[in-house]
């Protein structure tokens, strides 16, 4: 079975600096890596996800990640962090064989606290 | 438009009642999902359902059932609340036609059992 980390509970980043977030993974064969975001009181909004090919993901406002097969990390990066950024960031895996979403695993979550 | 949308928002309700929440989705997507978001934030997939085949979690109690009346909603009930049902439950939707998909959430409906 798959499972996904997040090894911090709390990410916080003067605004301006470059932000990561970090997701470790655990699947069997190539995995479906995906990065989302809640803001409060939202649900959860999908920002990007890697599949195959090139390893550096690009997503939406300024967001993008890197695969590392032989670490298996895909951890969230942005080069300059804006105040707005703060929210609560989900990783999650899916297992390629899965049709119906049952092993759609998301890890525990990581808040990101921009500071001015 | 809000691509997926749930009813009510809030649900406050009392123990051993029986309550539902609605679930919609406009973007024609063929399989939905109940997902239960506990107080640490953490998310744990409770069905999904491609308007064919129900997936259930097995860690689910018999309590909870989805109903779907059609392909473009998936209904959450619940018989005799516990406290412990308390939580924020999200819908979502996604294509089927592969895992590759991302799924697209509502912004959740939350239910305090008092």
């Known amino acids: 079975a798959q499972s996904v980390a997040q090894p911090e509970d709390q990410v916080n980043v003067a605004e301006g600096n470059p932000l990561t977030v970090k997701c470790t993974y655990s699947?069997?064969?190539?995995?479906?890596l995906f990065w989302y975001v809640q803001y409060p009181n939202r649900g959860l909004q999908f920002l990007l996800k890697y599949i195959t090919g090139d390893n550096l993901v690009k997503g939406s406002y300024g967001f993008e990640a890197e695969f590392n097969k032989s670490q298996t990390s895909f951890h969230l990066k942005k080069p300059s962090a804006l105040v707005s950024d703060s929210a609560l960031y989900f990783c999650a895996v899916r297992d390629p064989t899965d049709n119906y979403g049952q092993n759609f695993v998301f890890g525990p979550g990581t808040r990101l606290s921009v500071l001015p | 438009d809000t691509a997926v949308s749930q009813t009510p928002k809030y649900l406050v309700t009392q123990m051993g009642n029986d309550k539902s929440i609605k679930c919609e989705q406009n973007?024609?997507?063929?399989?939905m999902y109940w997902y239960k978001q506990d107080s640490k934030k953490f998310l744990k997939i409770m069905f999904s359902?491609?308007?064919?085949?129900?997936?259930i979690n097995e860690t689910v109690p018999n309590r909870f059932s989805p109903k779907s009346p059609d392909k473009a909603h998936l209904n959450l009930h619940i018989n005799s609340l516990e406290l412990g049902d308390s939580a924020v439950y999200f819908c979502a939707s996604s294509q089927v036609e592969g895992p590759n998909q991302p799924q697209h959430f509502g912004d959740g409906t939350r239910l305090s059992i008092l």
């Open positions: 359902y491609n308007n064919k085949e129900l997936i």
């Open positions: 699947v069997s064969g190539n995995p479906y």
């Open positions: 973007l024609g997507h063929d399989t």
